[in-house]
């Protein structure tokens, strides 16, 4: 059973990810300048929870590894690599919904339905 966030909760949990999200970023285009026939593996990778063997390749991808499991282990799902696009699950109106954050924003302003993705955002109306 996922966590559920509140609107509070996911914007305090900014502090701990936005770092880990800038590295993440930072490493991700690095991988992509610097070995761009494996970055499709590492994206692919990544939304299976990482991949030991793309990890043993170079230290960048055991790094991405490690920050994608810091930040998935906090039951946050990781949309974008490059752009830093996190969704934390929350419940509105008794059902899931996303509370979506892209990093450079300053909180956490918007959810969308599940099945709707970035393009669905709406302005966050509850508490």
Known sequence: MPRYY???EANEMLSIVRPL???MINIS???QARQPDLWSLAQKAAGNGGSQKLSKLLPDFDR???LLHQIQDLD???KDLIT???DFVALREHREVYLCWKYGEDD???WHE????FAGRQLIDWE
């Open 6 to 8: 509140t609107p509070k």
């Open 29 to 31: 285009r690095r991988i």
């Open 21 to 23: 999200i800038a590295e």
């Open 114 to 117: 599940i099945g709707t993705g």
């Open 84 to 86: 830093g696009l996190i």
């Open 76 to 78: 946050i799902e990781i």
């Open 64 to 66: 991405l590894h490690t």
């Open 108 to 110: 956490i302003q918007f």
